[in-house]
């Protein structure tokens, strides 16, 4: 039986999925071939697209046994299943003989256009290919393609917590409302929404998603053993879409839940102890992921306060989860967040590498090291976190933040694919070394930015963030631009070339604009602590996290040189070392991350550094001010729902860029005293 598509509550948008783009697909004769229950996911979708658009679909069971097929010639679209091998017919390049579990082979020919899969999901994700594509899946011939994920994990961590927070709310660093999982303790009663996102998510190659908060509080800490079955619900809701449900754990979970007294990862009562709850997880959910744990980092309890190392953590969890194929997510976003800024040889950024590079090698194999992509914390520029090129023997993932945290938390836009991009295309070894994006044999997570509100994720063009996340997961080297492309013909169904363009033009080079009226030079943080909203210059000058940027009426930025700073720039290899290492040659944008510099040093560009600092604060600020004025010339192409929604939250934009604008450069025209050049207003 075809299952039913997911229908979303009232007035909850569409997303990348509007009816319309179901057309070109739904006017047509498909025959779906093959069987399995993602098989019945496709059944399901075409068979909607068929009502809608009057076409027809057919079903037939033949090709999951390996025979002939069924005269193709007779349909439009042809979407089967096939045993292994068996993609590959048409030709003979590896690729197309076996594209694996999630792969799939598209091809046209004789009017026919035919998505072969192997696997099941590999089917569901070619259905969706051939959605994207629309019209253009139907015309001319095109010789058989392989497509398949660089990656076989592609995952988002909800930060969701199962209760209200006192301090952080449902949904930790959550711009979009509510958790759409949980509410009032429990998971929330009516799960449609959650099918809903699960076909969201495989429409852009998503297909893990972690459930809730890496905080892991008492309540969420439950969800391991007695409230398993709310998670269990989740799982089935996400499942027909290909999606694997994941729990982030409290490593001291045996403690918290009455179990044995300590949870030292090489006890044997806490390792039997991990073993039984796995065997309850798993008996609720047959394919559970595994598991996400934050230890040892702002809080959380972790393997130190037992003498043992992280490999010692990470392995316990992973031997428990290995009999049932699951993996275990260990982060390594470890580092001292009480430490005394009077200190100048600590430094926050030398941390996980410090942490975890003499690991390598000692993780199982189902444990996978999760890696912030820059040292930081998610910060607007930072440079590519060195850890990623530093356990060529572990299977490391990037973990980047969709959620808008320090980018403008969802009422700012900022799309940032090309930063992403940037971090999966940089070659830790060099230029002859293999891009990060080929590195993180662990997969690509990032934080969600998602939650309750209509529009997924509170600023509506912020879902282009999560589109992009997971068609660059999927293909870590795509042109980001092609990627937004995509999302906007989706999203935009038909739409006139001006509102292409307009849409092009506020996203394309929002990242840039709002790094140009925050943080200068990659020095990072100066905002406001706790929320991290807003200017606050010296928010965290004096503060114990480590996140400083020294400026002083001289000079400012970081010393993380090996010669007279901390030492940081040597925790890279290949050229990278060499090239942080000296103000000369480190690339302006990250000047500040890496030397502490007089404001009159001259960068690159040709600008002294204060006069940097001071033209693009107003240069951002004008950015911001024009695609405001771009964006309302779009009222007229735009529902209006959403056009207003987009039109209050640039209001906001421009007034907390001005605020960024004026504080920072106020700042700097009293430390160091050097007027701007063009004798523009500096308060
Ligand atoms: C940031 C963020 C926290 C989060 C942490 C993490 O520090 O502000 O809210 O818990 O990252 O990644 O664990």
Redesign the pocket.
Known sequence: MPITVPVLPAGVDPAWLPREVWRPLGSRRTLVDGSGPLVETVHGEVAAGCARYGGAVVRGTRGARGAPGVPDGSYDLVLRLVHHGGAGRHTDPALLASPGEEGFVHERSGGTTTVTASGQRGLLYGLFHVVRLGEDAFRGDRAPEAHRPATELRMLDH?DNVAVHPV?GQV??GYAGGSLFWRDGSAVADLERVRGYGRLLAACGINAVSVN???VHEAEAHLLTDRVGDVARIADALRPYGVRTHLSVNFASPVLLGGPACADPLDAAVREWWAEAVRGVYAAVPDFGGFVV?AD??G?PGPFTYGRSHADGANMLAAALAPHGGTVHW?A?VYDHRQDWRDRSSDRARAAYDHFATLDGEFADNAVLQV?HGPM??QVREPVSPVLGALPRTRVAV?V?ATQ??TGQQRHVCWLGPMWSEVLRFRPGGEHGSAVGALARGGMVA?SNVGDDPFWTGHPLAQANLYTFGRLSWQPDAEPRRILDEWIALTFPSAADRLVDGLRTVLHGSWRTYEKYTAPLGVGFMVQPGH?YGPGVDGYEYSP?GTYHFADRDGIGVDRSAATGTGYAAQYSGPWAELYESPGSCPDELLLFFHHVPYGHVLSSGRTVVQHIYDTHFEGVAEVEEARRVWAGLADLVEPARHARVAERYEEQVRCAREWRDQVNSYFLRKSGVADERGRTIY
Do not use: L
């Open positions: 930060w952080m930790e660093r908060n890496v905080n934050k980092s702002e959380q982060r976003f912030k914390d998610f973990e933040q945290e320090y934080v991290h996290w």
